[in-house]
Structures are given as structure tokens and as C-alpha cells.
């Protein structure tokens, strides 16, 4: 089964960008999708969007369309998430996750996840 | 967006109780419903998918069901390891969007 790898913790100011990646096992997708999901302290999750890394198509959701690029390289096995015009309510931890989408999509596995801070 | 509303919010129960949590959503949506449980500093793991399939690995004491707008998980007999926060979510259409969560406590 696919584990996907995240990188470490960033600190940001306000009005910055972030980009957060997810290497997976082996180096190589073989998953259809990869979601990103975050989740701001002490609260639910929400959904960013997703990219089907074989085939480098990008969704995004409707209210983060102008400040998030999703992207993927597929020589390395790696997505990438990039939200830029950081603001303070953009602190969160972000979580990709291998999305299967063969009957009913669902994330499994997630990556262990990366803790974005904006702080000025 | 759909909405998914999670009740209750919270609950304190004893190891070997049977607990059921629900999930509502704003529009009908088949079963395209998963449940996930998550533990303090932890990403999520799948429970259940497709309302009511059970995730490879998963015991047995849980179990999903409902379709349409209406949505449970049940434990059967909570255990120790069982105590920690659990999330429905939707994948009918995008925005894919997740219930508040349930968080379940030891009485």
C-alpha cells in the first residue's frame, strides 16, 4: 500500500506563500488522486482539492480557487500544495491523502501531516 | 455544498458499551459516506467506506450503515484503544466536505 511522506513544519508571515509536498513510497504514484485536506486547531477538516498525479488534472475547491495551485511530479512520486496570500486563519495542519476513487472515493492512507503557522 | 452534521457532539461512555453516532446531510447522497477516527496529534484513519463497508484491518465492533441523508456508526463494545474522535464525510460531489466530529470519552 502507498505511504505518503510530507515535508516538516512552516512558519509564515501574513501576505506569504507556502508550499507543503507529499512524497509517496517508492517514489512513484500509483494512486488515481491525491487530496489535500486541512485541519485548523481544535477543528474539523476541510478540503482543498486534488490532483490525479498521472495525468497532472487539478481541482480546486470554489473558495480557495485564487490561492491554491496543486501540482504533481510523477519522475519523483511527489504532489505539492502552494497557498499563497497567507493569513492568520490559514494556521493549520495540511494533510494529503491518497484519494480512491475505483467505487466510492475515500482518503486512505493520509500523510502524517504538516503544521502551517502565520504569525507576524 | 453539502452539509454534514454530526449529533452528538461529544459522549462519555464505559468500555463495553455500545455507542452509535449519527450523520445527517443537507441532500440526499446514496452512500457515498465515510467514517474516519482520529486520535489526538494523528492524521485519520479509515473506519468504513461506502456507508457501510468496513475498511480492511478494521474490527469487527464497528460497523456503518443508512443511506440517502441519514448516516451511523456503530462500536458494539467500546474498547480502550476505540476512544478518540470520529469524522464523517462525503464524497458525492465536490466540495468534498466532513461532519464537526464526534468525540467519544471514557466515563
Known amino acids: 500500500q502507498v505511504q505518503l511522506v510530507q515535508s516538516g513544519t512552516e512558519v509564515k508571515k501574513p501576505g506569504s506563500s507556502v508550499k507543503v509536498s507529499c512524497k509517496a513510497s517508492g517514489g512513484t504514484f500509483t494512486t488515481s488522486s491525491v487530496s489535500w485536506v486541512r485541519q485548523a486547531p481544535g477543528q474539523g477538516f476541510e478540503w482543498l482539492g486534488r490532483i490525479m498525479p498521472m495525468q497532472g488534472k487539478a481541482n480546486h475547491a470554489e473558495r480557495f480557487q485564487d490561492r491554491v495551485t496543486i501540482t504533481a511530479d510523477k519522475s519523483t512520486g511527489t504532489a505539492y500544495l502552494e497557498l499563497s496570500r497567507l493569513r492568520s486563519d490559514d494556521t493549520a495542519v495540511y494533510f494529503c491523502?491518497?484519494?480512491?476513487?475505483?467505487?466510492?472515493?475515500?482518503?486512505?492512507?493520509w500523510g502524517q501531516g504538516t503544521l502551517v503557522s502565520v504569525s507576524s | 455544498d453539502i452539509q454534514l452534521t454530526q449529533s452528538p457532539s461529544a459522549l462519555t461512555a464505559s468500555v463495553g458499551d455500545r455507542v452509535t453516532i449519527s450523520c445527517r446531510a443537507s441532500q440526499t447522497m446514496n452512500i457515498y459516506l465515510n467514517w474516519y477516527q482520529q486520535k489526538p496529534g494523528k492524521a485519520p484513519k479509515l473506519l468504513i467506506y461506502a456507508a457501510s463497508t468496513l475498511h480492511s484491518g478494521v474490527p469487527s465492533r464497528f460497523s456503518g450503515g443508512g443511506s440517502g441523508t441519514d448516516f451511523t456508526l456503530t462500536i458494539s463494545s467500546l474498547q480502550p484503544e476505540d476512544f478518540a474522535t470520529y469524522y464523517c464525510q462525503q464524497s458525492y460531489t465536490t466540495p468534498l466536505t466532513f461532519g464537526q466530529g464526534t468525540k467519544v470519552e471514557i466515563k
Open positions: 491523502a491518497n484519494e480512491d476513487m475505483s467505487m466510492v472515493n475515500y482518503f486512505d492512507p
